[in-house]
């Protein structure tokens, strides 16, 4: 069983950032793409910002500019560092990973870390 685990969320003020960890722990696992997804209260999951096993990244277009993801592929970590945050912003974000094993192939979900933004 492979486990995520985020960190790094609380409240910000308008126009401050964050950085937004997440660990993929367990055994005989290896991770490929990991990713960054949040939802805001009322509203559908969205994505924020994904990157491969080759470290190509793509961003969700409220995120474009502002939000960067990065990743340590020997500690199964990625971080997403986040600018000139917004209220909008304010949401759960979750890390998403896709895991193979030597049987499998799953998309696993971290619990989700909650950010706010808000003077």
Not at 55 to 70: E, H, L, P, Q, W
Request: net charge negative; charged share 20%; hydrophobic share 30%.
């Amino acid at each position: 069983q492979v486990e995520l685990v985020e960190s790094g969320g609380g409240l910000v003020q308008p126009g401050g950032s964050l950085r937004l960890s997440c660990v993929a722990s367990g055994r005989d696992f290896r991770v490929t793409d990991m990713g960054w997804y949040r939802q805001a209260p009322g509203k559908e999951r969205e994505l924020v910002a994904d990157i491969t096993s080759s470290d190509n990244t793509n961003y969700g277009d409220t995120a474009k500019g502002r939000f960067t993801i990065s990743r340590d592929a020997a500690k199964n970590t990625v971080y997403l560092q986040m600018n000139s945050l917004k209220p909008e912003d304010t949401a759960i974000y979750s890390c998403n990973a896709h895991i193979t094993t030597a049987t499998a192939y799953i998309e696993t979900w971290g619990q989700g870390t909650l950010v706010t933004v808000s003077s």
